[in-house]
């Protein structure tokens, strides 16, 4: 199908996070009008994230990002934690080859969105902050029905192609009829807090130099057995801390989320940290964590979906990542828009190409890989007997006294014998957790 | 760090209220019937909900 009505844009992008500024940008820089709108006073001011970006993605689209982007801290440090209520055993895996070259970073969303804005910007991209886009403007074609625009408040404005990045509870994909209400256990509820401490005090707490960082993941009490994880990661002057948990699993335990958070502040390992520091800021966020099973339809006349919206996040247990997706989202979109506005025909067939190069890029790859990752991870366990289990077999080979040692089988054997764990769920877990990741 | 209350942790944020449009209402009946107040209380890290004595969900 070929556009026939005057548009006011080329394309309309909804939503000024990472992946609507990326597809904004770019668009712009190829030389196509294009209007951003964001429903918060300036971009970044509603966004929210954990706080590392790997950064790979985002560097191809803007070569000299780690110099010129508000970047934090550079991430050589990955500390993977089972935290128990009196211990913890954990895997400390730093890597110089991690800061050369630079894989990850730590960002606060208010700058970086902000940053990508001006960015859009000087590309030309019209940025319209403070503007609620109420619904998508439709009509009826031959091939069905064709998204010709956005309606915000009493105005109309018409593009031959509206991106929709408003996010992981994208409303604009939902109305469009791209995408049903997701099941509670394909989402998690996000809680944050950054906390300011001396650059000094930071780098000797988490034992860094110059600009490396740390990024802390937990699983066990810090969530008090509800399945999710905390994590605390460092930037320059502060520490983002939070933790993630999933609202079935919040819901079946009858939980309070913020009654989980404060245990996670207050953790006799977690607490140390924190000592002395200053809250900056406390916020939430909706957190997809359904992986593939949540890419849907993510292409229709007239319209592609972007980002969190398109259900692009995915935990592994190891890595959490949403915004390295969202940029490898957009990045496939605005080629694909491109190619289909020079070839003036933007239909459902002609987008479909975003899909096709979403799922030949990683992002789609990396979905596709760890698409097991999402149930492995709803295994109850996982959130309290496995680490302390683990706890009990170091302890018997650490707590020397005096008594004869046995061999470390024997101390394992014994810990898992008073464990409510099975062999039997050892096998299978240890299965399932080989295919998943 | 300190302790701080979910109201105090919330003073450090900026908001902009949305006086003309507040966008938030529940549907008290749903809510009920199906238990989902209950769920709204304990999953908002805002605080925004909160259940009264006679069992509605204010915000």
């Known amino acids: ?437 | 760090m300190k302790p701080l209350s979910v109201p105090e942790r919330l003073t450090k944020n900026r908001f902009n209220l949305d006086e003309q449009e507040s966008h938030i209402e529940v549907n008290q009946e749903i809510a009920k019937a199906t238990g989902t107040g209950k769920a709204l209380v304990a999953c908002c890290p805002a605080h925004v909900y909160a259940e009264e004595s006679d069992g509605t969900i204010s915000v």
């Open chain 1, 1 to 437: 199908m070929t556009e026939t009505a005057e548009p006011d844009f080329e394309v309309i992008v909804i939503g000024a996070g990472i992946a609507g500024c990326v597809t904004a940008y770019q668009l712009a820089r190829q030389g196509r009008s294009v209007l951003l709108i964001e429903r918060g006073e300036a971009p970044g001011s509603k966004n929210l994230s954990g706080g590392v970006l790997y950064s790979r993605g985002i560097q191809r689209v803007f070569p000299d990002f780690l110099n010129e982007a508000p970047v934090e801290r550079r991430i050589t440090r990955n500390y993977i934690n089972f935290l128990n209520a009196d211990s913890s055993v954990a895997i400390d895996y730093k890597d110089a080859r991690l800061a050369d070259p630079v894989n990850a970073v730590t960002v606060l969303r208010a700058k970086l969105d902000a940053w990508l804005a001006e960015k859009c910007e000087e590309a030309g991209a019209l940025i319209m902050p403070g503007v609620r886009v109420d619904r998508v403007l439709t009509e009826d074609g031959a091939a069905g029905k064709r998204v010709v625009g956005v309606q915000a408040g009493d105005d109309e404005l018409r593009a031959l192609v509206v991106v929709a990045a408003d996010g992981v509870n994208s409303f604009i994909a939902k109305e469009a009829g791209l995408r049903e209400k997701e099941p509670q256990h394909h989402l998690a509820v996000g809680v944050k807090s950054v906390v300011s401490l001396p650059r000094k005090t930071i780098e000797e707490r988490f034992n860094l130099t110059g600009d490396e960082g740390a990024a802390i993941a937990a699983v066990g009490d810090c969530t008090e057995g509800v399945g999710g994880g905390g994590f605390l990661y460092t930037n320059i002057d502060s520490l983002s801390i939070g933790i993630v948990v999933r609202l079935d699993d919040l819901t079946a335990k009858k939980k309070v989320v913020t009654d989980i958070f404060d245990h996670f502040l207050e953790h006799r390992f977690i607490a140390p940290y924190l000592e002395g520091g200053e809250l900056l800021e406390y916020g939430c966020h909706l957190v997809a964590e359904g992986g593939l099973d949540m890419v849907g339809e993510i292409v229709m006349d007239g319209m592609v979906v972007v980002g969190d919206a398109a259900g692009l996040t995915l935990n592994t247990g190891l890595t959490v990542r949403g915004m390295d997706l969202a940029v490898g989202s957009a990045v496939a979109a605005a080629e694909a828009i491109n190619s289909a506005l020079e070839q003036k025909d933007t239909s459902k067939a002609v987008l479909a190409r975003y899909r096709d190069k979403l799922f030949a890029s990683y992002v789609g790859k990396d979905m596709k890989t760890y698409a097991k990752a999402p149930s492995f991870l709803e295994v109850e366990r996982m959130y309290k007997e496995y680490g302390e289990v683990f706890a009990n077999v170091l302890y018997g080979a650490f707590n020397l006294d005096t008594q004869p040692r046995e061999h470390l089988r024997k101390v394992a054997r014994t810990s898992l014998a008073r464990s409510p764990l099975k062999m039997r769920q050892l096998v299978k877990d240890g299965i399932a957790g080989a295919r998943a990741l």
